[in-house]
């Protein structure tokens, strides 16, 4: 892993929990197995293995960057917010990753995220 690359992952893990937090407890309440969502352990790996090759620091689409706090709260393409902290349906995000709709549903040409894995970030 390139040196920026660790150092831009380091910045994510100190300041996306802040963000997420309250949705997790609220939320989602304990993950599958029985412990509280942490950013670091359960969300962000799913971010960077499935959406930071379109929404991370090399790429932008649709005005998301997932790799930073306030470019993840900002204002979208769409006019759209994907991540409304404290406010699971009013983000973007979420309805795009649990849409039936496979036009729309992200990570567009790829697979699905697992039910698992949509239970965490919401």
Known sequence: MAAGTALLLGAVVTSWPRVLAAD?????????????????RDIQP?????????????????GLRLHQEEAALAEL?????????????????????????????????DKPLSAEEIALIT
């Open 24 to 40: 997790a407890v609220s939320e989602a309440g304990p993950n599958t197995a029985g412990r509280q969502v942490d950013f670091a």
């Open 77 to 109: 393409d769409s006019g759209e917010h994907a991540i409304v902290p404290g406010n699971v349906q009013a983000s973007a995000l979420v309805s795009r990753i649990s849409a039936a709709d496979e036009s729309v549903r992200m990570p567009l040409d």
């Open 46 to 62: 799913i971010l960077v293995k499935r959406c930071f090759s379109c929404h991370g620091p090399d790429q932008a689409e649709g």
